[in-house]
């Protein structure tokens, strides 16, 4: 019986600390506001998930493999860090961070790595970015940097969107741990991306 009492104990305080936190976070984090402001979000539209006339065993394959991918519906502008401003041209598509599906639960791949896995995603596929200089024009930037230039974006870009340094690391220790089959899937395509029109 003890035993119980301990495992009932330990419940309830984890129930205790979550009511905790919630308050926290009703009171604090509705106040402050985002880095990125709504209307500079990214617009996306869904690619649907191919899962419709398989038979069942393929469908719940593809469930639990296949990730949503989205497509950028309208061309996105971002300021880095060191005030040079990217763009990223509409149609592109991406799947936002590459968290294993287990880990969705605690780290959405379209949460707050959404921005930082959407230029990552972008570099990887090109390896170099699009800047709009002071002029108006557009110009490459950080052309065949390297994929570990990317996942150091991708970190430092994460930082500056949503200053949550430890989910960041751990993001891009991620990528440095396993980026590299997409990165060499992109290679051996070697795509060139189109020039965004302003």
Not at 4 to 18: D, K, N, Q
Not at 23 to 36: D, R
Not at 165 to 181: H, K, N, P, Q, V
Request: with cysteine; charged share 20%.
């Amino acid at each position: 019986m003890l035993i119980f009492e301990i495992i009932g104990i330990i419940v309830a305080g984890f129930f205790a600390f979550i009511v905790i936190l919630l308050i926290i976070y009703a009171y604090f984090v509705k106040k402050s506001k985002p880095y990125v402001a709504p209307g500079n979000m990214p617009v996306l539209r869904p690619i649907p998930i191919p899962t419709r006339n398989r038979p069942v065993l393929m469908r719940i394959l593809v469930w639990f493999f296949e990730v949503r991918r989205w497509e950028l519906v309208d061309s996105w502008y971002f300021k880095l860090d060191n005030a040079v401003q990217i763009v990223i041209n509409r149609g592109f598509i991406f799947d936002g961070a590459s968290i294993p599906r287990p880990l969705w639960a605690l780290l959405s791949p379209v949460g707050l790595l959404l921005i930082p896995g959407l230029i990552h995603d972008y570099g990887y596929k090109y390896d170099l970015l699009w800047q709009v200089k002071e002029d108006g024009t557009i110009a490459t930037y950080l052309e065949k940097s390297g994929r570990k230039h990317w996942d150091d974006l991708f970190r430092s870009v994460g930082k500056q969107v949503n200053g949550f340094s430890f989910i960041d690391t751990l993001a891009w220790s991620g990528l440095r741990l396993g980026g590299c089959f997409a990165w060499n899937k992109h290679r051996k395509k070697d795509e060139e991306p189109d020039k965004p029109v302003i």
